[in-house]
């Protein structure tokens, strides 16, 4: 199975309330661990946050927040994720 090449781009609104890219990243090649997508520190989120949720610094987990990452799993390789106190989507292509 070849690599796949992801894409993260992240929205936001200028001054005058219009939308405009923050940032348009390729993302180094996938992990069994995965590439961070997007983090909040609550859930349900808070829109008004204008931390870039994909650089935010965490573990495995954020608790009571909510973590979304691409992964590959090669065939026989297991996730060391199991359970977590947080929202947790993962996206296996």
């Not at 929205?11 to 997508?37: C, F, R």
């Not at 870039?52 to 965490?58: C, H, T």
């Not at 799993?73 to 996206?91: A, C, N």
Request: net charge negative; aromatic share 2%; hydrophobic share 30%.
């Amino acid at each position: 199975m070849g690599a796949t090449t992801n894409r993260r781009v992240v929205t936001g609104h200028d001054g005058k309330g219009l939308a405009v890219i923050l940032n348009d990243t390729v993302l180094d090649e996938p992990s069994s661990k995965g590439q961070q997508i997007w983090t909040t520190v609550s859930s349900p989120a808070k829109n008004s946050d204008e931390t870039d949720g994909g650089l935010r610094k965490i573990g495995v987990t954020l608790p009571d927040g909510a973590v979304s990452r691409v992964g590959e799993l090669e065939p026989g390789v297991r996730s060391s994720i199991l359970r977590t106190h947080s929202i947790d989507y993962g996206v296996v292509p």
